[in-house]
Each structure stands twice: as structure tokens, then as C-alpha cells.
């Protein structure tokens, strides 16, 4: 998703996570992204954020293994039904199904959170 800003990171923490924990949320957020084989990092921060829950723990274990390897959070946030199939042993449109579903539940899950394709 290219239309991921840091704004909406930002409307992210204010959404999922209380006062208290704003300040440490956007601290661990703001940690990710810094080293050259830490990509995309808006995108990697949304995907924590979703993981999270707004819960402060699992946001800094989904951060964390970021840092180890940015895929795997990435696909746990945008296509958990995908990682729970043998999509290899599965028929061509069956696949698909399970790839349409999962960018149905993403995309979902981030408009219920405030955003909105396109705009920055």
C-alpha cells in the first residue's frame, strides 16, 4: 500500500492505544526503520500497529521481529489466511480466493481505523 503516511501511522497510535501509552507507543514505532535493511517502514509500522492490538507488548514483539525480518510482519498483518493454508498444494483459484479474502480483511481493517485510499 503506497498511500500508507506517517500521518495515518500517527492516527493509528491515537486510535489504538490510551494516553498513557501513546508516548511509548510512537517511541518503539519510531525505532523501526532506521537501519538499512529495516524497509518500508510505514508500511511495516501499520502492520505492527494491526498485530498489536493496542496492546504495548505485542506492538514491541511485532517491532522486534521486524527488525529481524520486515516480511514476516507484514504477512501476519495482510495475509494471515494465506500463512494458515498449504496455498502451495491448493488450486490456482482457490489461492486466489484466499489472497482476494485477505486484502478484503486489510483493507477493511484499515478503513475502520480512518483510512482512506489515495488521500494523504
Known amino acids: 500500500m503506497t498511500?500508507?503516511?506517517p500521518?495515518?501511522?500517527?492516527?493509528?497510535?491515537?486510535?489504538?492505544?490510551?494516553?498513557?501509552?501513546?508516548?511509548?507507543?510512537?517511541a518503539a514505532l519510531e525505532r523501526y526503520g532506521d537501519r538499512p535493511h529495516e524497509r518500508e517502514p510505514v508500511r511495516v509500522r501499520v502492520a505492527a500497529?494491526?498485530?498489536s492490538q493496542g496492546d504495548l507488548g505485542r506492538l514491541r514483539e511485532a517491532l522486534d521481529r521486524a527488525a529481524r525480518d520486515y516480511r514476516d510482519v507484514l504477512a501476519w498483518a495482510e495475509y494471515p489466511e494465506e500463512l494458515e493454508r498449504p496455498t502451495w498444494r491448493l488450486?490456482?483459484?482457490?489461492?486466489?480466493?484466499i489472497r482476494s479474502r485477505d486484502r478484503a480483511q486489510y483493507?477493511?481493517?484499515?478503513?475502520?481505523?480512518?483510512?482512506?485510499?489515495?488521500r494523504p
Open 49 to 51: 500497529l494491526k498485530l
Open 7 to 26: 500521518a495515518f501511522v500517527e492516527a493509528l497510535v491515537h486510535r489504538l492505544f490510551g494516553p498513557a501509552d501513546r508516548d511509548a507507543a510512537t
Open 3 to 5: 498511500d500508507l503516511t
Open 91 to 97: 488450486p490456482a483459484e482457490e489461492v486466489d480466493g
Open 107 to 118: 483493507r477493511a481493517w484499515l478503513a475502520a481505523n480512518g483510512w482512506e485510499p489515495g
